[in-house]
């Protein structure tokens, strides 16, 4: 699977390079988080992870929008996979912990959110499914939220999504910690063969990383065992963008990632490009060679 990652793209917008992103042989496209969000507008980038609510529509296109871009991508073959964040809500501004006021009020009991702390050790996988990522956190383990989880994803299903990105699924537990929401979630989709994808950065443990790959395709930077099991990236939003040590490739040029991502995919099953605001280096001759002539040795060993 080769993704192209239209990061804050508005979804009307992305209709018109539909017959360029099939001839670059990319496979699908990953759209922004279309959850409300707790500010309008795009006033910061990260604004985008900080939802309100597990509906459909906001900034970047309504559900309406989002049904015409399924429909118009099918008919190049090109899956539309969502972003969804389902581990954390928007903060209120005086207190990162605290849910924004804006926040569907049908989250606002006590019971539905994670302690408010903030995960100290990353190696504690204690303090990393328990406690908060410096915004406040769903206690997705709750029946209720997972409920709400699940009707939004199958919305979602219904307007032609045929994948989702789980934000932040590192901090989510799993089965081996007594947790049964990846399992029960993937059980409860509508549709079977989505291509699903988790965010599982800097985790160091083979166990942690291999027990996800049960359940999802890993987005990271460490693999697990079954290198088909992940979805690998030279560049991502989080790296181009973030001020932080985070954000180291930012100052890497254009053709360095184009490189870069061409060796990647003689490696990798599933890749994923990140699409740099005003840089069409995705378009580039080189990406499109590469990836046709990938796919085209994967179809041989498969005959």
Not at 84 to 112: S, T
Not at 184 to 193: A, P, S
Not at 254 to 275: A, G, P
């Amino acid at each position: 699977m080769r993704i192209l990652h239209c990061y804050n793209w508005k979804l009307n917008d992305i209709i018109p390079i539909l017959e360029k992103v099939k001839e670059q042989g990319f496979d699908a496209i990953q759209i922004n988080p279309i959850q409300p969000l707790k500010e309008d507008g795009l006033k910061e980038w990260w604004m985008s992870y900080q939802p309100i609510g597990f509906s459909i529509g906001n900034y970047f296109g309504t559900k309406e929008d989002l049904v015409k871009l399924c429909a118009e991508a099918s008919k190049y073959d090109i899956k539309i996979f969502a972003d969804v964040v389902i581990n954390h809500m928007g903060a209120a501004i005086d207190d990162n912990f605290k849910p924004h006021p804006k926040v569907d009020p049908r989250l606002q009991k006590k019971e539905y959110w994670k302690n408010k702390v903030k995960v100290k050790d990353w190696k504690n996988r204690q303090d990393v499914i328990h406690n908060c990522i410096d915004l406040p956190g769903l206690n997705v383990y709750h029946k209720d939220v997972e409920d709400m989880i699940v009707v939004f994803l199958n919305e979602l299903v219904d307007c032609g999504i045929m994948g989702f990105r789980f934000d932040a699924a590192k901090s989510i537990g799993l089965p081996s910690e007594g947790y049964r929401f990846w399992p029960n979630i993937i059980y409860r989709l509508k549709k079977y063969g989505l291509f699903l994808y988790g965010e599982v950065i800097f985790e160091e443990d083979i166990k942690i990383r291999d027990e996800y790959s049960m359940y999802m395709h890993l987005l990271g930077n460490y693999d697990c065992t079954n290198k088909n099991q992940m979805v690998k990236y030279i560049e991502n939003h989080d790296t181009f963008l973030s001020d932080d040590k985070l954000g180291y490739s930012k100052n890497w040029p254009s053709k360095l990632i184009v490189d870069e991502y061409c060796n990647l995919i003689k490696y990798y099953e599933n890749t994923l490009f990140y699409v740099r605001p005003f840089d069409d280096s995705w378009q580039s001759e080189k990406i499109k060679k590469s990836q046709i002539k990938e796919k085209s040795k994967i179809m041989s060993l498969k005959k």
